[in-house]
C-alpha cells in the first residue's frame, strides 16, 4: 500500500473501535501522538486516559486490525485514498470543529487549501433557484472559490454544475460510501467532479445512503467551508441544520430570498431574520469571506503543490519525500526567509524533522501523509 500504511490502517482501526467516536479518537490521538500510538498503548495506560477497561481491550483486539486493513484494501480499489485527521491534505478549518472525523475517503483531485463556500437548499428547488444556485456556484468559482455541496437533487446539483461551467473546483460530499453515488442520476455530475475536483465521505466503502448520514455528512458541508449559503429550503430541512450547524462552528451563514408565498422560502427567510447575511448578488458572499480571498490573492491563488503563504503548504511539499531548504524555495516560489520561518514552525510542532545533508522530511505519523496518493 506504500509508505505509511501501518498509520493509515490505525486511523480506520480507530474509528472503527466499539465505544470510540470522533471526539474520543481525536482526544487518545493527542495523547498518544496518533493514531498509531493509541493502538500501541498498554491497557492501563488507555484506561487513564479516560476509556472504559472493555474498550481499552477491544483497541488491542487484532479483529480490529485486520478490519481496518481490509477496509483500506477496499477503499484503494475503489479509486479512493485515505485522508486522516492529521494528513496535510486535511481541510484545516474541518480540523477546527470539535466532532471532526478522525479520517475522510477522498476520490479526485487532492483538496484545495483555499477558501471554500458550501451551497445548500432543497431537492425540489423552483427553477428560480436552480438558476441562483447555478449562477453563484460559477461566481465564487471563478472568483477562486471551492465551492462545497452535498450531490442531491435540486440546488446541490446546480451548484456543482455551476462551479464546472466556471472550469472552477468543486468537492461534492457524500452521505453514502465514496463508491456509492446518490441519486444514481447524479453518476455522470460526480464523473466530472472527480475529473477536476473531489468527492468526499466518511461512511465506509459501500455503505448506502441512509437517513442517519445526512446530518453528519453536513457538518462536514459547514466545517470545512468559511460560510454556507442557503438557497430554497423548507421550514424543516436538511439545508437548515447545514446552517445552524455552520453558525455554531463561527461560520457565516448566508440566505436567498424568494417569493414570499412560497414554502420553500421560508427557511431562508427565517435565517434571515435570525441575522445570515441577505444575498442579493455575488459580491454580498465574496464581501462577507475577503479575508480568505485576500489571504489567497497574497499567495498567488495557488492550489496544494504550488506557491502558498503557510506551513501547512510547505510540509504538502514533503510528502514525497526529503527535500532541502533550496529545493523548497524552487518548489514553492517563497523567499529563502519565509521557507526557513515555516520550516522552524514545522520543527517546532513535530511535523518534519531534519534529516541527513540538511534535508527535511515529514515526521512520526505525518509521514504516512506520501502512502495516500
Not at 481496518?68 to 479512493?80: D, F, H, K, P, W
Not at 479520517?103 to 471554500?116: E, F, M
Not at 448506502?208 to 455528512?217: I, Q
Not at 421550514?235 to 445552524?244: F, K, P, Q, V, W
Request: hydrophobic content about 45%; charged content about 20%; overall charge negative.
Amino acid at each position: 500500500m506504500g509508505q505509511g500504511t501501518d498509520e493509515i490502517e490505525a486511523w480506520l482501526a480507530l474509528r472503527a473501535a466499539p465505544g470510540i467516536g470522533d471526539v474520543r479518537g481525536r482526544a487518545l490521538a493527542m495523547r498518544f501522538a496518533g493514531a498509531l500510538g493509541v493502538l500501541a498503548a498498554a491497557e492501563s495506560a488507555l484506561v487513564a486516559a479516560g476509556c472504559s477497561a472493555a474498550t481499552a481491550r477491544r483497541l488491542h483486539d487484532p479483529a480490529i486490525r485486520r478490519g481496518a486493513r481490509e477496509e483500506l484494501e477496499r477503499i484503494v480499489a475503489a479509486g479512493a485514498r485515505l485522508v486522516a485527521l492529521d494528513a496535510v491534505e486535511y481541510p484545516a478549518p474541518l480540523r477546527e470543529i470539535h466532532d471532526a472525523p478522525l479520517h475522510l475517503v477522498a476520490k479526485g483531485n487532492l483538496l484545495d487549501a483555499g477558501p471554500a463556500v458550501a451551497i445548500v437548499g432543497a431537492r425540489r428547488a423552483t427553477s428560480y433557484g436552480r438558476e441562483t444556485a447555478h449562477r453563484l456556484a460559477a461566481g465564487l468559482a471563478d472568483a477562486g472559490v471551492t465551492v462545497v455541496s452535498g450531490l442531491a437533487r435540486g440546488i446541490d446539483g446546480a451548484a456543482h454544475e455551476g462551479a464546472l461551467a466556471a472550469r472552477g473546483r468543486t468537492v461534492a460530499v457524500l452521505g453514502s460510501g465514496i463508491d456509492v453515488v446518490y441519486p444514481r442520476e447524479h453518476a455522470e455530475l460526480a464523473a466530472r467532479i472527480i475529473a477536476t475536483g473531489t468527492l468526499l465521505s466518511e461512511q465506509p466503502v459501500g455503505a448506502g445512503p441512509l437517513p442517519d448520514h445526512f446530518p453528519a455528512r453536513n457538518r462536514i458541508l459547514a466545517g470545512m467551508t468559511q460560510g454556507t449559503v442557503v438557497i430554497e429550503a423548507a421550514e424543516r430541512s436538511g439545508s437548515l441544520i447545514t446552517a445552524r450547524l455552520a453558525n455554531e462552528q463561527g461560520r457565516e451563514v448566508f440566505a436567498v430570498p424568494g417569493r414570499i408565498d412560497s414554502p420553500l422560502s421560508a427557511g431562508a427567510h427565517q435565517l434571515i431574520r435570525e441575522g445570515a447575511t441577505l444575498v442579493r448578488d455575488l459580491d454580498d458572499v465574496l464581501a462577507e469571506i475577503e479575508p480568505a480571498l485576500r489571504g489567497r490573492a497574497a499567495d498567488g491563488g495557488s492550489a496544494p503543490g504550488g506557491p502558498a503563504g503557510d506551513a501547512e503548504a510547505i510540509a504538502g511539499f514533503l510528502v514525497n519525500g526529503p527535500l532541502s531548504t533550496d529545493d523548497l524555495v524552487r518548489a514553492s516560489g517563497r523567499s529563502p526567509q519565509e521557507v526557513i520561518a515555516s520550516l522552524l514552525d514545522l520543527e517546532l510542532r513535530g511535523v518534519v524533522r531534519r534529516g541527513s545533508g540538511g534535508h527535511f522530511q515529514l515526521a512520526g505519523r505525518f509521514a504516512g501523509v506520501a502512502g495516500l496518493q
